[in-house]
């Protein structure tokens, strides 16, 4: 692969600027060292892990790349500071953080030497990350799996607002999945990727075979924001959807949305397949996707339909 030089891939000491979002119950130490072979960057996402399985993914990690590989942290996680410590003693080098106020642990990451970029869904959060001492921000839109902003901000939008807003490089997220989408928000001013959905339905990630097969045979509009007064994430309409939808439009209260939220939800069904009780969370992006690949055929896909719309960008008369 032709390595390719820009602020992203100076920051990582990566090939190509594809990042792999860290991803609740998909991607553990399999998906993120198999990105990261591949040339982008590979994310453990720790939110869905107890302390003591971080640690065991960060070391299977190390042993199954040499390369760069990162971790995601979303802040609002209740063992937060045993995740920190541990990434600290396991010596990681770049930590993504999400769902929190960035200047709680920017600082003490950044004393440890380690690169720390922060996910936000406005240009206003990205000043925040930026004044915190980030070194870049991931600009995720409106479009994107998992949990969201209020705002509702679309990628198209989000982009050159948040390169306008701050001076640190920008990766772009939400929506994206082929090599083209990627040319475009690198024509906006990113400098680099994130894919969430796409890894998905991917062989490593430790989704379940149930899900996968749910993500690439889904259409457009099968997905939708919810829980926008608790905490607004993407999901799959399934039964659970419904529950939520219904308690919503009658006025349910932030306490009745969490009792109907649970526990384990998102762990029943992305992790155990349960298509019409668990929580799936995943992108608009869903609709565009048909096949489970390898981690290392999706980043080879993406980058040469990156490299092609780069010679041949627009549609000729
Ligand atoms: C199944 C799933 C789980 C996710 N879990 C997390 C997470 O734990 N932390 C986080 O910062 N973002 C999480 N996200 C959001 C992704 O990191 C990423 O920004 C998003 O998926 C990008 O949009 P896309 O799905 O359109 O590619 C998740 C997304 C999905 C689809």
């Known amino acids: 692969m032709t390595r390719f030089s820009n602020r992203i891939t100076q920051l990582f000491n990566i ?74 003693e396991e010596e990681v080098k770049i930590v993504f953080t999400s769902a929190g106020n960035p200047k709680t642990w920017t600082s003490l990451l950044k004393e440890k030497g380690i690169t720390v970029v922060h996910v936000v869904s406005s240009s206003k959060f990205a000043k925040k990350a930026e004044d915190a001492g980030c070194d870049a921000v991931v600009a995720e839109g409106f479009e994107a799996g998992g949990h969201n902003g209020k705002e509702e901000t679309t990628t198209l939008v989000l982009i050159p607002a948040v390169v306008n807003a701050v001076k640190i490089p920008v990766i772009a997220a939400g929506g994206i999945a082929t090599g083209r989408q990627m040319l475009a928000a690198m024509v906006l001013g990113a400098e680099g990727v994130q894919m969430g959905s796409r890894f998905v339905a991917c062989e490593e990630a430790s989704s379940h075979i149930n899900f996968k097969n749910v993500v690439i045979n889904s259409t457009e509009g099968d997905t ?94």
């Not at 924001?225 to 608790?230: E, F, G």
């Open 15 to 88: 090939d190509i600027p594809i990042i792999q979002a860290g991803m609740i119950w998909a991607s553990g130490w399999r998906l993120a060292s198999a990105v990261s072979n591949a040339g982008g960057l590979g994310i453990i996402g720790a939110g869905s892990m107890y302390p003591e399985v971080l640690k065991e993914h960060i070391q299977k990690c190390k042993t199954a790349t040499n390369r760069s590989f990162g971790v995601n942290l979303p802040l609002l996680y209740p063992d937060i500071d045993k995740h920190i410590q541990i990434i600290i």
């Open 224 to 317: 939708q924001l919810a829980l926008k007064q608790l905490t607004p994430v993407r999901l799959l309409k399934n039964d659970f959807f419904r529950q939520v939808q219904q308690a919503e439009q009658r006025g349910a209260t932030v306490e009745e949305l969490s009792t109907i939220l649970g526990r384990a939800r998102a762990k029943k069904g992305m992790f155990e397949g349960d298509l019409q009780e668990g929580e799936l969370e995943i992108g608009q992006v869903s609709a565009l996707l048909d096949e489970i690949l390898p981690a290392d055929q999706i980043v080879k896909n993406v980058w040469k339909d990156f490299m092609d719309g780069l010679s041949n960008p627009v549609k000729k008369l």
